[in-house]
């Protein structure tokens, strides 16, 4: 039995007992007292045992008035005007020699209310008696008759005026209860019925639910809570992110190998075999397979002339590129690999038809070597968005950075020169963070080389203008998460996936 629902058992069997051998519960205050149960059990189960007919119960409202400390003092020593005029003497005394008796507070309370009372004069160096004698200290015996009262003030014949004035002065406060008087009910029983709480087949086919008594149903109770699955709030701000590539006519790139081969996700791109990116202290090489199985060898070709002696008025890097490297496999390190195999199979396409432009985005995971801290794990979802058409600018880069960025609720970007090997040129981006109140970097973008696009075979007016972004970034900063460990890894506690809110991108942010 929950320990309320034993307490309030105890506190039923306490009133039922006392009903038993007793006419009535005059004061349940005083009762519970007097069996030493806390009063808010006593009252819940008057309550509960009066619903079911065992106790008729009047609920009374019990004004007592109390004397507050400075009360209880006036009350023992008398009020502090009769002790200031009992402090002179009939000659009168000096203002200085008569403060010299009393505290600086008590002083001035003792000589407004002297004064009011026309009990003293205050001359300008002397203190006088206006009267000999002040027969009764009021505040005194009204203190005195309040405090050793017997029954309520409204039979102690006091008057408003003096409730009021001692009220004013704070010598006495109001305490207001609320008890009940209890008496037996129609179906009042030393002993309440066990109280079922279902109603089982058996007691329907004995018929002995008739003599039962039920738990009155606790429609304020919440229900069980339900277990049931719950998405991560990675994949909350991933759907959300994904609406808005969609509502922005984007179609997605299927993104489903985390392995992929140097080529497509380096040399495709454009991306020399001497750069540091390409090592395996920043990149995951795989052992098993080592290499991939197949490249288009026409495309191979161009790729590798490209680096070597270059093309399309490209110098290229004028180095010996090497099919070996070209062929490792590795976890790729940005879902840019992706969009390289996705514009090089529309070039193709162009090939057979005439070329039509193209909106693509992917959000999946990329791996890289990295050291790890608290906010960066081997691993984190890209997000990348590109637009391949005839004539594009820079211009229009951006125009699609604000639009894209103001769904997420970052306002009034601001651009960096920057360089990758595959965009120039190429711009950090940066958002203002209304909750931070400043600015934060919030993506990178570019205009896809030449060397890049050319040699796959898309039309010599075609450029790519492309961005890129973490899924966690956003994340954290939508869910107040601080440390990636937090969101993603073994250490994650499972109830933050349970009862995280809903994904509030968009909004002025917080
Ligand atoms: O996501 C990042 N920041 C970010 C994004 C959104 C956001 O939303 C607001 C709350 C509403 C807040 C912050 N960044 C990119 C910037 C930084 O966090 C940075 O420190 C970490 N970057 C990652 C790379 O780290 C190794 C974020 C990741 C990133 C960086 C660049 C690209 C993709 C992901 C790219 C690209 C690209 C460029 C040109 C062409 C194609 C792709």
Not at 215 to 243: M, S
Not at 255 to 282: G, I, K, M
Not at 410 to 429: G, Q, R, V
């Amino acid at each position: 039995m929950a320990d309320s629902d034993h307490k309030r058992a105890t506190a039923e069997d306490a009133v039922l007992r006392y009903l038993e051998n007793h006419h009535e519960i005059t004061d349940s205050l005083l009762f519970a007292a007097e069996v030493k149960l806390n009063p808010d059990d006593i009252a819940n189960a008057i309550k509960s045992l009066h619903g079911h007919g065992y106790v008729d119960k009047q609920e009374i409202t019990k004004e007592t008035w109390l004397l507050t400390e400075e009360g209880k003092t006036y009350a023992v020593r008398g009020s502090p005007e009769m002790q200031l005029f009992l402090s002179i003497p009939p000659e009168g005394i000096t203002i200085d020699e008569l403060q010299k008796k009393f505290d600086e507070s008590s002083f001035k309370i003792a000589r407004a209310q002297a004064a009011k009372n026309k009990w003293v004069d205050f001359g300008k160096q002397l203190v006088t008696r206006r009267i000999q004698h002040v027969d009764n200290d009021k505040v005194q015996t009204l203190l005195l008759r309040i405090q050793d009262r017997k029954e309520n003030v409204s039979t102690l014949d006091i008057s408003q005026e003096d409730i009021k004035s001692l009220t004013k002065r704070k010598l006495i406060s109001l305490q207001v209860k609320k008890l009940f008087s209890v008496r037996r009910g129609p179906n009042y029983a030393p002993e309440r019925k066990k109280v079922a709480t279902d109603l089982t087949r058996d007691m329907l086919q004995s018929s002995d639910w008739k003599n039962m008594e039920f738990k009155e149903f606790n429609l304020n109770a919440k229900g069980a809570p339900t277990e049931h699955g719950c998405l991560h709030p990675l994949l909350k701000v991933r759907k959300q992110l994904k609406d808005i590539f969609l509502q922005m006519g984007f179609a997605e790139m299927p993104t489903n190998n985390y392995v992929e081969s140097s080529f497509w996700n380096f040399d495709a791109l454009f991306q020399p075999q001497q750069h540091p990116a390409r090592d395996s202290h920043d990149t995951f090489f795989l052992k098993v397979p080592s290499t991939t199985k197949e490249l288009p060898e026409d495309y191979v070709e161009r790729v590798k002339r490209i680096h070597e002696s270059g093309g399309h008025q490209s110098r290229g890097y004028g180095y010996d590129w090497k099919r070996e490297e070209a062929d490792k496999s590795l976890l790729r390190t940005h879902t840019t690999a992706v969009s390289s195999r996705m514009l090089y199979s529309l070039a193709q396409d162009s090939a057979q038809k005439p070329f039509a432009p193209k909106k693509y985005f992917s959000i999946d995971r990329v791996f890289r070597n990295e050291a790890v801290d608290r906010t960066h794990l081997a691993e984190f979802h890209q997000i990348e968005g590109l637009i391949c058409d005839r004539g594009l600018t820079l211009g229009d880069l951006i125009g699609v950075l604000e639009d894209f960025f103001s769904r997420l609720g970052m306002s009034d970007l601001k651009f960096k020169p920057a360089y990758n090997p595959y965009t120039e040129p190429s711009m950090e981006i940066f958002g203002y963070h209304k909750g931070f109140g400043k600015y934060v970097e919030i993506g990178n973008s570019g205009m896809f080389r030449p060397e890049m696009l050319l040699p796959m075979g898309l039309p010599e007016d075609v450029s790519v203008i492309a961005w890129g972004l973490s899924l966690e970034r956003p994340t954290m900063i939508l869910y107040g998460i601080d440390n990636i460990r937090d969101l993603f890894g073994h250490k994650v506690d499972l109830g933050l996936m349970k009862k995280n809110p809903i994904c509030r991108i968009g909004l002025e942010s917080d």
